[in-house]
């Protein structure tokens, strides 16, 4: 019987490597299905699934319903949305796409960060609105309100998540010659210092830092973990950066945060609710950069070898049973080798 391969997250016009699929002969089928219903009446038996993670809910219910499947393939790097303990025990390999837009992601956080140090959208509206200059005379009439603007290099950057994404925001801020400190449960703190880095423990970070950059997985440990009681720990004067997941900050804490003074303000490319509701208190703060889950695209992380064919390569490396590279749930590997290697 040939294989049948299901990409549940087509959209028309884009490349997904369907050829990588001709040496197998296997039959592709191409659909956009959201709910957990319109994933069980087109899946059921699928030997591959292409998804989005964080989109479609992979939920044990519907993993239960797919004997045939030997792989999720995820495109991206985060796959809240997948039960991996289910995924483990059918023996399904679950995959992301882990070495995806690192340099994109980084890089927004260091703008974000720049941004919000120099008050550079403040200072567009002035002049826009105004017509002022900043020399000395002018200073202190004009800049009220743009205080205060710390040199750069005498400031901290404290990073929530030390992977891929996470290392490389580190060394670009360690070129600005920042100093950087992370808080990576999973990461030993040697191999931290080896790329220049301070291991701490959250409180420390949250209380030494001038910049927080979140660069975390969301799961069960990572959900809400900045809350209220967070935000009174930071300085009054910390900028918040989040381009990984909105849950990872309780919003309505961030949002009262933010209104009560607690830090300086926050550079979020992603919100809870996303994309983000009308009436969301956070589009009306000045001090709030928000840039609607954009991060990850350049016009080479949007390309079809750099996103859209990595899953198409892991399918077909699990069709012909072989453990796929880029497998998230690597303590399922014996199991799956055992069913379908």
């Known amino acids: 019987m040939p294989f049948k391969v299901v990409n549940a997250i087509y959209t028309p016009g884009l490349d997904f490597g369907e050829d990588l699929l001709k040496s197998l002969e296997a039959t592709l089928v191409n659909g956009f299905w959201r709910t957990e219903e319109e994933l069980l009446t087109h899946l059921v038996d699928a030997d591959a699934v292409i998804c989005s993670g964080p989109i479609q809910p992979f939920t044990r219910r519907v993993l239960q319903q797919l004997p045939r499947c030997r792989i999720v393939a995820s495109l991206g790097n985060a ?29 927004r956080a260091i703008a974000l960060m720049l941004a919000l140090a120099y008050k550079l959208l403040p200072l567009d509206r002035m002049v826009r609105e105004r017509q002022v ?13 743009m205080y205060p603007i710390f040199r750069l290099r005498d400031q901290t950057l404290g990073i929530i998540g030390l992977g891929r994404i996470g290392t490389a925001t580190a060394l670009k801020a360690k070129g600005l010659g920042m100093r950087v400190l992370a808080y990576d449960p999973y990461v030993f703190g040697e191999v931290m210092r080896s790329r220049g880095v301070i291991p701490v423990d959250f409180e420390t970070l949250l209380r030494e830092s001038d910049f927080i950059a979140i660069h975390a ?15 009174k ?13 909105g849950e990872i900050v309780d919003q309505p804490a961030l949002i009262r945060a933010l209104q009560e003074g607690l830090i300086a303000g926050a550079g979020l490319d992603v919100t809870v609710d996303d994309p983000i509701h009308p009436e969301n208190p956070l589009l009306k703060m000045d001090h709030v ?13 949007d390309s079809g070898p750099e996103f859209w064919h990595k899953p198409m ?3 077909v490396l699990a069709l012909k049973g072989e453990w796929p590279f880029y497998a998230v749930n690597t303590e399922g590997k014996r199991k799956w080798l055992e069913r379908w290697g």
């Not at 950069?289 to 992380?301: D, K, M």
């Open 133 to 145: 200059n900043f020399i000395p005379p002018n200073r202190k009439t004009v800049m009220e309100g």
């Open 217 to 231: 997985l969301l799961n069960d440990e990572t959900r809400n973990m900045i809350g209220y009681s967070e935000f």
């Open 313 to 315: 390569g892991q399918v």
């Open 289 to 301: 950069i928000l840039t609607g889950h954009s991060a990850w695209y350049s016009t080479a992380a």
């Open 233 to 245: 720990k930071m300085k009054r004067t910390c900028y918040l950066i989040n381009d990984a997941r």
């Open 79 to 107: 796959y809240d949305r997948i039960d991996i303990q289910a995924a483990t025990e059918l023996g399904i390999a679950v995959t992301n796409v882990p070495d995806y837009c690192i340099d994109e992601v980084s890089g």
